[in-house]
């Protein structure tokens, strides 16, 4: 097995808007690759440069400077189109459509032909559970039915790599459930995927790796599990008994009291065990440990509010 | 879905087909046309009272033969120039123009498809319409006397006119806002010859009355593609050059204006 190949390769990307003295930076030269079968959550607050990132990769905005390729071709060229399937950020189709009419449009611009879209059609709204409404005209159809028709056309002609803009956008819970499992075995087949989303808890399930933008800035790329890693944090609640003393070395890392009992919060696995081990050793009653990973949220909320400080102090 | 990617790159042909049958779709089922074929059958309705009631004499035939055909004329027109103008502001307020364009079809094939389905649905709704626009020849069938020639360049420079005015709905709307490039053409198609000689009548002894009589020459004129009045006049046909010269007029400035509007969109931040 060789190396896997790149689909997407931005360098020193740099993307503004407006001019003059209303000019805007919104992506300010980031560089980042996604290689062949992976799967990678694009995530950041509102205005972060997210859709802009997706929007340069697909050829409808043009970089000031830097280089955007996909498939090894410069983004937005026909060939690079025709390998990739698109979720833009909530799409409103075309009112006056049916749901089926609007398939048979994506899918012959995708070079479908009518036979393969008279089978494809029917299969792929059974997917994106919308089995039984490809008569309905769109507009009798809700937000979310809308994106899961979205997602239908993005999917439409098994495209090597999905890029998608607010991935569970408008969304239900169930919605949000089939479409993990619809991408899951995009996934599974060893397709590519990069997505944005504000669902972290998707990005946690879903992605092998996340890349985090804050004001156009990458601020950090890493795999899913690396991240999750230094998350963990560990509990410990103990009370001393019988007038023993709470050893030195557990002291020194503060513990909360309340009345006779104590609190403590760890984010080392070897330190927990230690502790444990010289709590049972000076007699504590340990009377519950428990360990908890910070979610993804969790962590970007820190990332972004940190970052906010900096800039603040700076 | 461990199935192999089936896309492919359409001919152009058949990406322009697939864009013109969406923009076909909308028209069939929004109100402008039929609300359009409704007030042509009240107009048919009218003649056929008007020769029941015994009012049969020439000048009213041609008067009325005038009055329909120039509200199928208006009428070809306003539904393609709507239809045009609309489409890309439409598309990029509803986010639609993004899955399509994210498919293998080039800017230039979005516009060109885009350009021949509201033209085709403004020929269409031309052709419709004169159709009923005849009925005075139903009740006025001795009225007869009029060119069968001059009726084939009517058809064909209105033609040419709805391709233009559909060029220039596409064209304005990637500048101004819909309503402001409906307005303007509109404007224009309606009160230019006016407004053109008025402008030379003004300054027309003025110090740089060539340049101004130069740049209004290039600014599309449709009264010069508009037959009606002549042919309800009665009079003859033009002459062979002089249709050809309109023809390739109407030709010319509809191909610089899908021109100026390929490029325009090819550069514009989406």
Known sequence: MGEKRPIVEAKDLVVEYGKGSRKVRAVDGISFNVTEGECVGFIGANGAGKSTTIKTLMGFLFPVSGTVRMFGEDCGTVESRRRIGYLPEVALYYPFMKARELLELYGGLQGMTKHELRERIPELLNLVGLQGKGEILLRNFSKGMQQRLGIAQAIISHPEALIFDELSSGLDPVGRHDLRRVLLDIKNSGKTIFFSSHELTEVETLCDRVIMIHEGRIVTEAPVSDLMKPLNLFEIVFSMQDGNTLPESVERLGPARDGNQYRLSINDVELYSRVVHELSQAGAAIHSTSSKSRSLEEYFIELVKSSGNEEGAA | ?270
């Not at chain 2, 020439?58 to 103008?85: I, P, Q």
Request: hydrophobic letters at 55%; glycine letters at 10%.
């Open chain 2, 1 to 270: 879905m461990s199935a192999e990617s089936r896309a492919r790159i359409p001919p152009a042909s058949t990406a322009i087909t697939l864009l013109g049958k969406g923009v076909g779709i909308e028209i069939f089922r929004r109100k402008e046309f039929y609300v359009l074929l409704f007030l042509m059958c009240i107009y048919a309705v009218g003649v056929i009272i008007a020769g029941a009631v015994g009012i049969e004499d020439a000048a009213t035939f041609f008067f009325l033969l005038n009055l329909g055909l120039t509200f199928a004329y208006l009428s070809g027109h306003l539904l393609a120039l709507l239809t045009a103008a609309r489409q890309v502001p439409k598309e990029l307020e509803h986010r639609t123009l993004y899955p399509l364009l994210a498919k293998p079809v080039t800017r230039q094939t979005y516009i060109l498809g885009k350009w021949i389905a509201t033209t085709a649905a403004g020929i269409a709704t031309l052709f419709l319409l004169a159709l009923l626009s005849f009925v005075p020849w139903l009740v006025f069938p001795e009225a007869t006397e009029l060119s069968g020639l001059l009726f084939l360049q009517m058809i064909v420079l209105g033609c040419l006119s709805i391709a233009l005015v559909a060029a220039l709905g596409l064209l304005l709307s990637l500048v101004v806002p819909p309503g402001v490039s409906l307005t303007v053409i509109a404007l224009f198609f309606l009160f230019w010859n006016q407004a053109k000689a008025f402008l030379l009548a003004w300054y027309g002894d003025g110090p740089a009355a060539g340049f101004l009589g130069w740049v209004l020459q290039y600014i599309p004129d449709f009264s010069k593609l508009n037959l009606v009045t002549r042919y309800t006049d009665g009079v003859g046909p033009l002459g062979a050059s002089e249709f050809l010269g309109l023809a390739v007029y109407g030709g010319l400035i509809t191909a610089l204006a899908l021109l100026l509007t390929g490029v325009l969109f090819e550069r514009r931040q989406l």
